[in-house]
């Protein structure tokens, strides 16, 4: 990616901050492509039942899934916000507007993902022995959705304007369009069918994959 205003990101000139860049554009990849296997498991998961008694026994049928997305996402998110925010940090001259919408979009996408963090773990792991009640279980699988929901609708804005800022010119801009149109679809996972949702999942990771490589 380039130091100048509106353009690309560029690694600095010198060796040492040339290796910084490089570690946390990989830091981005290996974030991304961790965030896509577990939306992924996710995505593999059967419809939730629409009765709220149903819901306790979907998360015990589902607990192997949900409890290997969890982990991956702890480390997703670790990942992939370290590495942004040096690339990011690593740029010559101040942020450009599109780089300050798509790294706020995608500050936002990965806040989203630690409430799905959250709310998977206390679906899967015990706190104090408490027993959630059926409700409260539904009302907690709601809000996971929710929030994989909101991630997705940042990583829309972040493709669009991310992909404006990269040295891929035109490729750039399309696959952020076409990335982010997926987004915003794939972002009703109650509604679309499960090869969308793992349709989508891939994509994550390699949009995000193609974005930190395209500024190489």
């Known amino acids: 990616m380039t130091g100048t205003t509106g353009g690309p990101l560029v690694g600095?000139?010198?060796?040492?901050r040339a290796i910084h860049v490089r570690a946390h554009r990989w830091l981005v990849i290996v974030g991304a492509v961790l965030t896509g296997v577990a939306l992924l498991l996710l995505s593999l998961l059967p419809d939730v039942p629409a009765e709220v008694g149903a819901v306790t026994a979907?998360?015990?049928r589902g607990h192997s899934l949900l409890s290997w997305s969890d982990e991956l996402l702890?480390?997703?998110v670790i990942c992939w916000g370290a590495g942004a925010r040096g690339l990011v940090g690593a740029r010559e001259a101040g942020p450009s507007v599109r780089i300050s919408v798509g790294g706020t979009a995608l500050a936002v996408a990965l806040v989203a993902l630690v409430v799905v963090l959250l709310a998977v773990g206390r679906?899967?792991?015990?706190?104090f022995g408490i027993h959630l009640s059926a409700e409260v279980v539904a009302l907690v699988v709601s809000a996971t959705f929710g929030a994989l929901h909101l991630a997705l609708l940042?990583?829309?804005?972040?493709?669009?304007?991310?992909?404006?800022?990269?040295?891929?010119?035109?490729?750039?801009?399309?696959v952020g369009i076409i990335a982010a149109a997926a987004f915003v679809l794939g972002s009703f996972p109650w509604l679309t069918p499960h090869w969308w949702n793992s349709a989508v999942?891939?994509?994550?990771?390699?949009?995000?994959t193609f974005l930190a490589?395209?500024?190489?």
């Open 12 to 16: 600095d000139t010198t060796p040492r």
């Open 58 to 60: 979907w998360v015990e």
């Open 74 to 76: 702890f480390f997703a």
């Open 123 to 127: 679906l899967v792991y015990p706190v």
């Open 154 to 174: 940042g990583f829309a804005v972040a493709a669009v304007a991310l992909g404006w800022s990269t040295r891929a010119g035109l490729t750039g801009r399309a």
């Open 201 to 208: 999942a891939v994509l994550v990771a390699g949009w995000a």
């Open 213 to 216: 490589l395209a500024g190489d």
